[in-house]
């Protein structure tokens, strides 16, 4: 069975400063990747998916991830933050034609 | 933009009572499934549903819980005999595909057992 880890739970990081979440997984098969935003009392929103190909992605509100096979890793990057990008950030794998584990989460918290 | 929707955003019940959870999702995909998320935890699998059947379940799922797609439309999560333990959010979500489509997420549904 595929695991996800996010090690941290919670990243303050200042406006307009970079930051990255990271992720990382275990899988014995080939998996996609994803992550979820969930803004507060709100559901979860795709950010963005690595299915295959290049293995830098792009997605939406200007945030990226790279997937790292040789590390099993898919941290998400964003070069700048603002106020707005306050929430919690769920990376999740899944197999082939199976469900999505998640991750515990990370708590963003943007600091003005 | 087509979304999936839940009602009720928030249901507060007695222990031991019957809840019923709906979801209404995207009209053009197949498969359904639903999560929950208990309090400051993780986001976790229940159950997914392809063909008007179960097609996985985790031990979440016990007898308490069934799902059934009583129209075109609707998706439901029944629990029937409630614990304070099945308080948590539960979220809906339906894809395309299940191969390398992405799950849509529903707002989700607050349910309260006291």
């Known amino acids: 069975a595929q695991s996800v880890t996010q090690l941290d739970s919670q990243v303050p990081v200042f406006e307009e400063a970079p930051v990255e979440l990271r992720c990382n997984y275990s899988?014995?098969?080939?998996?996609?990747l994803f992550w979820y935003v969930q803004y507060p009392n709100q559901g979860l929103q795709l950010l963005l998916k690595?299915?295959?190909?290049?293995?830098l992605v792009k997605g939406i509100n200007g945030f990226e991830a790279e997937f790292n096979k040789s590390q099993t890793s898919f941290h998400l990057r964003k070069p700048s933050v603002h106020i707005s990008d306050t929430a919690e950030y769920f990376c999740?794998?899944?197999?082939?034609?199976?469900?999505?584990?998640f991750g515990t989460g990370t708590r963003l918290t943007i600091i003005p | 933009e087509p979304e999936v929707t839940q009602t009720p955003s928030h249901q507060v019940t007695q222990m031991g009572q019957e809840v019923i959870l709906r979801c209404v999702p995207i009209?053009?995909?197949?498969?359904f499934y639903w999560y929950r998320q208990i309090l400051g935890q993780k986001v976790e699998f229940l159950v997914s549903?392809?063909?008007?059947?179960?097609?996985?379940k985790s031990e979440i799922f016990d007898d308490q819980f069934s799902v059934e797609r009583p129209d075109g439309s609707n998706f439901t999560l029944k629990i029937r005999s409630t614990k304070l333990e099945d308080s948590a959010m539960y979220f809906c979500?339906?894809?395309?595909?299940?191969?390398?489509?992405?799950?849509?997420f529903g707002q989700g549904t607050r349910l309260t057992v006291v």
């Open positions: 979500a339906s894809s395309r595909q299940t191969d390398r489509s992405e799950a849509f």
């Open positions: 009209s053009n995909h197949l498969y």
């Open positions: 690595y299915l295959s190909g290049s293995t």
């Open positions: 899988s014995s098969v080939s998996v996609y």
């Open positions: 999740a794998v899944k197999r082939s034609r199976e469900k999505l584990t």
């Open positions: 549903f392809y063909n008007n059947e179960i097609s996985e």
